[in-house]
């Protein structure tokens, strides 16, 4: 599922990718050029050293080509907007399929090993057991049940569940089920989803199992209600959020308040900016 990759390769592929990634950006002032060139000699001493890479179990196994994939995304975050880095991510490896002696170059000085020694950060909670930071998300899933009972195979301990469209409005949680799996002792703690301090506070008056945690969404311009995060603390309750890049504002749940947007204020904020025709 996790892999070490090891990558040895030499000065002709470390310019292939520079010129890739420029040709990607468009035209540039001379200085601008330098600073991308400095940014990205950086980034591949960074990456030099080798790297992590997931992959599925049901997927093939990862290739080389799996790999300049992933190291265009690492090239080009900051550098190229979003469209415009998967475009250039998915697009190497055409470029690759295209010459047959690059490819089989850049076959041989990539390897490959399963990582054994990977530690996942933990964080304790109120019903005494310890929670992973690394969460299996389902939210616009099929196959649910498959596809969770595939991640706890493979490792996953926590799983970020989501609404049940069945129900016809998009939020048919089956609660008896929760309730289903944790007097059985298949789930050790539970939490709840989008509470404010009001109704979490009816809930801890009337609960038989206390939540561990309390996911929600937040980020800078929206931030966790200090009401909320008070008695979180209080009853030892972790707060978990989503959203912290200002995914929510285009959905529509930033327009009411004083910062009413459908694009993420976080993402437009000048400081979050890159001055126009630069590289970093």
């Known amino acids: 599922f996790l892999h070490n990759v090891s990558w040895d390769c030499g000065d002709d592929v470390y310019n292939f990718f520079v010129d890739y990634m420029l040709y990607q950006v468009g035209k540039l002032?001379?200085?601008?050029?330098?600073?991308c060139q400095r940014g990205l000699a950086m980034r591949w001493g960074t990456l030099h050293g080798g790297f992590h890479i997931c992959v599925p179990p049901s997927c093939h196994p990862p290739d080389a080509m799996h790999a300049v994939s992933l190291l265009i995304l690492s090239f080009g975050?900051?550098?190229?907007?979003?469209?415009?880095?998967?475009?250039?991510?998915?697009g190497l490896p055409k470029v690759f399929a295209a010459d047959s002696e690059a490819q089989e170059y850049i076959q041989k000085c990539v390897s490959f090993a399963d990582a054994q020694?990977?530690?996942?950060?933990?964080?304790?909670?109120?019903?005494?057991?310890?929670m992973p930071m690394l969460a299996f998300g389902t939210a616009g899933m099929d196959r649910t049940r498959e596809t969770v009972q595939e991640a706890l195979r493979v490792g996953f301990r926590a799983v970020d569940t989501a609404t049940n469209p069945s129900g016809g409005n998009g939020f048919g949680y089956d609660q008896e089920k929760v309730f289903k799996v944790v007097r059985r002792g298949?789930?050790?703690?539970?939490?709840?989803?989008?509470?404010?301090?009001?109704?979490?506070?009816?809930?801890?008056s009337m609960a038989t199992i206390l939540p561990a945690v309390v996911g929600l969404w937040a980020d800078i311009f929206h931030p966790v209600p200090r009401s909320l995060r008070v008695l979180c603390k209080r009853h030892k309750i972790q707060l978990q959020v989503y959203g912290t890049?200002?995914?929510?504002?285009?959905?529509?749940?930033?327009?009411?308040?004083?910062?009413a947007s459908r694009s993420s204020p976080l993402l437009v904020h000048p400081a979050s900016q890159l001055p126009k025709g630069r590289c970093f």
Do not use: C
């Open 77 to 90: 975050h900051g550098l190229l907007s979003g469209p415009l880095l998967k475009h250039a991510a998915l």
């Open 29 to 35: 002032s001379e200085a601008d050029m330098e600073a």
């Open 117 to 130: 020694d990977v530690v996942v950060q933990t964080v304790e909670l109120n019903s005494g057991f310890s």
């Open 186 to 204: 298949w789930v050790r703690s539970i939490g709840v989803s989008n509470f404010d301090s009001q109704q979490l506070q009816r809930l801890l």
């Open 245 to 259: 890049l200002g995914y929510e504002w285009s959905q529509g749940r930033g327009l009411a308040g004083k910062l």
